[in-house]
């Protein structure tokens, strides 16, 4: 009876021995697949799931990284916008006081070569302040008056020549008339042939094909010619002479045969007036 208990209780502790080893064996299994680097059931299933979790997380930084770097090149652009915005105003300005600042000069130049070429009569420069209505400056003031030595019958120039005459003078302030108002009349000559006529002014013509009228030239060697200059005449009261009018636009022979009439183009651009000289000194008081 002794010897099957010892028998029993040998067979039970081999069992245990057995699940032992076994366990062991399994232990060893799970740890050879879990320590195993190149291969094996968990590395594959590791690689499924968290490899593409990890390059979702590094394709989210990257655009992140992406975006930030775009942000901030976005931001430079702008400021870098802002700067060359600015400078480009601050040239335009430089370009329009440089065109103001020329185109000023350029009126000086022009009243300075005027001036030389009439040496002999002191002027006073004067700026146009404002017009009568319409496209000429058939009649405008000066922002020169009596305390400045203006007088009325003073004599204006611009451009290459005759403007017209004073006809109103306040203390700070000149009222000029110019010779192509209808109510102007100017004793002029031709240049080349010392031949004297009237001069009238015509505001229709000048709208129609920028000119005005000349009559009583008598012309009787026909020496007169289309492009000849026209300048005020020596018998003229109220003009100084040898100041240049324009040139004959067209000329033709009156129907008495004994003088003609036709057309001037004045040398004053009488659109765009700006700048003035006032001769200050009066031929004579008196009508023409």
Known sequence: MKVFRNTKKKQIETKHMLLILSITCVVGIFAGLIFNIKGGPLNTIA????????????????????FANDFRTLSDVLEENKELKAKIEELEKQISDNKQDQYELENLRELFELDEKYPDYEKVAASVIAKNSGNWFSTFTINRGSKDGIEVGMNVLAGSGLVGIVVDVGENYAKVRSIIDDSSNVSAMVATTGDNFNVSGNLQSMNESTVIHFSGLKDEKNQA????????SYVSDRYQQGILIGYIASIEKNSNNLTKTGTITPVVDFEHLEEVLVITKIKETGQE
């Open 225 to 232: 010619k289309v492009g000849d200059p026209v300048i005020t």
């Open 47 to 66: 690689g499924y799931i968290f490899v593409p979790m990890q390059q979702g997380i590094n394709n989210t930084g990257a655009w992140i990284f992406d």
